[in-house]
T-cell receptor, first 112, second 114 residues
Framework: DQQVKQNSPSLSVQEGRISILNCDYT??????FLWYKKYPAEGPTFLIS?????DKNEDGRFTVFLNKSAKHLSLHIVPSQPGDSAVYFC???????????FGTGTSLTVIP | EAGVAQSPRYKIIEKRQSVAFWCNPI?????LYWYQQILGQGPKLLIQ????????DSQLPKDRFSAERLKGVDSTLKIQPAKLEDSAVYLC????????????FGPGTRLTVT
């Protein structure tokens, strides 16, 4: 049972434009959400996170939005740069445990 | 600060053989995770340690997979015997107890079972 879903396997964006990556979840017990970025042959690296008590968190070019009623999470990258080209995973944690559930990833390509 | 180290980076074995992976977490990180990432999927937690105790191993196929973390530092994950469906990247991650939420991943070991 996939509790965290990323329905877009890939996304292409022009350099300088906004990239929007989406993530949906089914478990209302998730209390913490993260985005990871992964380059080929490397492990995922933490990018940005948000607690369920917030609806927005911003860090430089990266902003994560959380819509709890829709069980939807999105990552905005503005402006997009070619170095942002990578696979992005969203992950969520249940408030009663330590296990993180990952989505299947979205491959972002930023075209120069 | 040195990151999470894993070895080997790549391994090819035949089915029914055994294999072991090694992980050295970031110094001072009490929590260590092993994930399995099958091609096209997100990482799936196999086992989580806090110091040298197991916190969660509910998704570890215990008939063939085993893991240990002696002395609360390095960890090994073993598969015996391997099956074709074990072909995946095995990721090790670590975190502090207090941070707990941000996991630092190693580069992974890509296992191919033929």
């Amino acid at each position: 049972d996939q509790q965290v879903k990323q329905n877009s396997p890939s996304l292409s964006v022009q350099e300088g434009r906004i990239s929007i990556l989406n993530c949906d979840y089914t478990n209302s017990m998730f209390d913490y959400f993260l985005w990871y970025k992964k380059y080929p042959a490397e492990g995922p690296t933490f990018l940005i996170s948000i607690s369920s008590i917030k609806d927005k968190n911003e860090d430089g070019r990266f902003t994560v939005f959380l819509n709890k009623s829709a069980k939807h999470l999105s990552l905005h990258i503005v402006p997009s740069q070619p170095g942002d080209s990578a696979v992005y995973f969203c992950a969520a944690r249940v408030n009663t445990g330590n296990q993180f559930y990952f989505g299947t990833g979205t491959s972002l390509t930023v075209i120069p | 600060e040195a990151g999470v180290a894993q070895s080997p980076r790549y391994k090819i074995i035949e089915k029914r053989q055994s294999v072991a992976f090694w992980c050295n977490p970031i110094s001072g990180h009490a929590t260590l995770y092993w994930y399995q990432q099958i091609l096209g999927q997100g990482p799936k937690l196999l086992i989580q340690f806090q110091n040298n105790g197991v916190v969660d191993d509910s998704q570890l196929p215990k008939d063939r997979f085993s893991a240990e973390r002696l002395k609360g530092v390095d960890s090994t994950l073993k598969i015996q015997p391997a099956k074709l469906e074990d072909s995946a990247v095995y990721l090790c991650a670590s975190s502090t107890i207090t941070a707990g939420r941000e996991q630092y991943f190693g580069p992974g070991t890509r296992l191919t079972v033929t």
